[in-house]
């Protein structure tokens, strides 16, 4: 298995909405990241996972919680975004934080706050 | 400055053209220089990853890197429409704080024309 799998692959929710986006990879690479790419736009790091431990943090609002329950799983929380929060969230793994040899992503979560 | 740059065209070529997509960097640490491929409303795919200065082939593509001139190369013989995508290229930071992010350049959306 080769492929890093994300749920749900579209997600529309309102401001005061609670919702989760999952990301899972079985390669048995130890880092994992969440990275937002708006329309047109390179992808911008948000969290790196290492060892299931949260390793960089890039100044991310609190309404963007991530959480690592184990080396295959990545989450990330999400709680009273705002309109500008609409973009799509990519998961990434590797096998060490820093892997010179590649990342692989996800397809993405396209989301849409309203 | 910016880690990476690239000119985001767009590029439009006819089927069986020779491209030529190209990215600057300012860091002459950096030792691993990536290409990722991105169809519309998908997640990056990585395309090749190069180490130092040289060249890679694989099938119809060559990634080339030159550290004098800090000037990375992407090449693709006999284009075919379905290479219509938006080529980033990504450069990995290797040490210290920064460890675990990539530095994507802005993206160069291809078209290929049958």
């Known amino acids: 298995d080769t492929e890093v799998t994300q749920t749900p692959k579209h997600l529309v929710m309102g401001m005061t909405n609670k919702k989760s986006l999952k990301c899972e990879q079985h390669?048995?690479?130890?880092?994992m990241y969440w990275y937002k790419q708006k329309a047109k736009k390179p992808p911008e790091l948000m969290f790196v996972?290492?060892?299931?431990?949260?390793?960089i943090n890039e100044s991310v609002p609190s309404r963007f919680s991530p959480e690592c329950p184990n080396s295959s799983l990545l989450n990330l929380h999400l709680h009273a975004l705002q309109p500008e929060d609409s973009a799509l969230y990519l998961c990434?793994?590797?096998?060490?934080?820093?892997?010179?040899?590649?990342?692989?992503f996800g397809s993405g979560t396209r989301l849409t706050v309203v | 400055q910016k880690e990476v740059e690239q000119d985001p065209g767009p590029l439009s070529v006819p089927e069986g053209a020779i491209v030529s997509l190209n990215c600057t960097y300012s860091n002459s640490a950096f030792q691993y220089f990536m290409w990722y491929r991105q169809y519309s409303r998908k997640g990056p795919e990585l395309l090749m990853y190069?180490?130092?200065?040289g060249n890679k082939e694989d099938g119809r593509f060559t990634a080339q890197v030159d550290k004098s001139s800090k000037y990375i190369s992407l090449f693709i013989r006999d284009s075919q429409p379905s290479d219509s995508a938006t080529y980033l290229c990504a450069i990995p930071a290797d040490r210290g704080s920064t460890l675990g992010r990539l530095y994507f350049g802005r993206g160069t959306q291809l078209t290929v024309w049958p």
């Open positions: 190069t180490y130092s200065s």
């Open positions: 996972y290492s060892y299931e431990k949260l390793s």
């Open positions: 390669m048995g690479h130890r880092a």
């Open positions: 990434a793994s590797s096998e060490d934080q820093g892997s010179d040899y590649g990342y692989t």
